[in-house]
């Protein structure tokens, strides 16, 4: 079984640039995630989907980060413009459902903001 | 103050000794307490998570144990191994949602 594939694997921007990052889940996963994880820290939920729709995007910084996920399989994350703050590991994981269950994982991406 | 809280930080052991990693949560409500293993430069990995309606699981090496009176809950690691030197996080529902909030995660260092 494939795994949650993320790209790129890592980015360099100067603050004030854009970036996209994409995501491919499990295939037949309905749920899917995008979570923000700072050095030595937890991952922190930016947003959540279900199929196209938007579950929860409570702690996503709306004034400069937007997610979508068109098709209810693939999500880009993008970050327009970039501060020196969103330096961070990406990560995307997805997951059968909604309700209680194991997250899948992929490897993030790594940006750094100059 | 966060929904869940991680201790210790950082955890150094002897190879065969065990480990335990304790996490506090907030939501009388959550039912759902997942662990995630990350190896460096990988994303999470569920290695075990529990349901409100038992108080233990053990899968081999790694348990874990839950009080819900006390809104509290542990990983326990015994015979550990160099391979098991990783961060670990806890998980638990965010604000009676089924969304895992992790915790800071903690440092597992194993010493051959």
Known sequence: EAGVA??????????RQSVAFWCNPISGHATLYW????????????????????????????DRFSAERL???????????AKLEDSAVYLCASSLGTANEKLFFGSGTQLSVL | GENVE?????????????????????????????????????????IIDIRSNVGEKKDQR??????????????????TQPEDSAVYFCAAPWKGSYIPTFGRGTSLIVHP
């Open chain 1, 6 to 15: 993320q790209s790129p694997r890592y980015k360099i921007i100067e603050k």
């Open chain 1, 35 to 62: 979570y923000q994880q700072i050095l030595g820290q937890g991952p922190k939920l930016l947003i959540q989907f279900q199929n196209n729709g938007v579950v929860d995007d409570s702690q996503l910084p709306k």
């Open chain 1, 71 to 81: 098709k209810g399989v693939d999500s880009t994350l993008k970050i327009q413009p």
């Open chain 2, 62 to 79: 790694i348990a874990v144990t839950l009080n819900k009176t006390a809104k509290h809950f542990s990983l326990h690691i015994t015979e």
């Open chain 2, 6 to 46: 991680q201790h210790p930080s950082t955890l150094s052991v002897q190879e065969g000794d065990s480990a335990v990693i304790k996490c506090t949560y907030s939501d009388s409500a959550s039912n759902y307490f997942p662990w995630y293993k990350q190896e460096l430069g990988k994303g999470p990995q569920l």
